[in-house]
Each structure stands twice: as structure tokens, then as C-alpha cells.
Nanobody
């Protein structure tokens, strides 16, 4: 089992940057594929980006491709989401998620993930 905690959210102007962090408990972090999702008010949680357990493979939603970068540090048990050129439409609660895997893939669907953090608010002003 793993527990996740996000940090790094906040208020930023359009065009600015934020880096979200998600710290994981436990000693088997490298056994988990990780993902970032976001949720707009009244909407379902949507995929933002994901990374394989080794960090070798990543995938992104089209809406953030070229602006957001996911990475991980398996020594520090942390996954990151670097968000550049932020837009007001990126305003949402951002969640990290973990899926225990035995392969090198990453996952885009929220139902694939077993564990979730509590979320961190990102607000982008125009």
C-alpha cells in the first residue's frame, strides 16, 4: 500500500509556472506507475500525464503536451509535474495517483489507479 501527498499548488498568473510534487510513503515506490489528473468544478477527473515505474516512458493529455512535464525520483519517492506557460483553463484541483505494476507501461484511465492523493489547488489568473 502507498499513501500520496501533493504539494506545490497555488495562485499564478497566466504564462507563469508551477511545479507540483507528490510524495509517496513506503519502500516500493519504484513498483508503481504514477499519474497526474485534474478536476474542474462539476466535472469528472481528467488525465493530465503519466509516467512508468522506471520513468522511461511518459504520456500526456493533448491539452498540456509541450507545456507540462512529468518526472519522478525513485530515491526520493516523489513524482513531479512541471507546469509551464499556464493558462486560466488549467485552473483545477490536481491529483496524483499510483498503480502497482509489474510492467513498464503508463496509464491514462483513472479507473486503472489504486491510490490517490488528496489534491492540490492550482489557480491561474488572467
Amino acid at each position: 500500500q502507498v499513501q500520496l501527498g501533493e504539494s506545490g499548488g497555488g495562485l499564478v498568473q497566466a504564462g507563469g509556472s508551477l511545479r507540483l510534487s507528490c510524495a509517496a510513503s513506503g519502500r516500493t515506490f519504484s513498483s508503481y506507475a504514477m499519474g497526474w489528473f485534474r478536476q474542474f468544478p462539476g466535472k469528472e477527473r481528467e488525465f493530465v500525464g503519466a509516467i512508468s515505474r522506471s520513468g522511461a516512458r511518459m504520456g500526456y493529455a493533448d491539452s498540456v503536451k509541450g507545456r507540462f512535464t512529468i518526472s519522478r525520483d525513485n530515491v526520493e519517492n516523489t513524482v513531479y509535474l512541471q507546469m509551464n506557460n499556464l493558462k486560466p483553463e488549467d485552473t483545477a484541483v490536481y491529483y496524483c495517483a499510483a498503480k502497482l505494476v509489474s510492467n513498464g507501461g503508463y496509464y491514462r484511465e483513472r479507473y486503472e489507479y489504486n491510490y490517490w492523493g488528496q489534491g492540490t489547488q492550482v489557480t491561474v489568473s488572467s
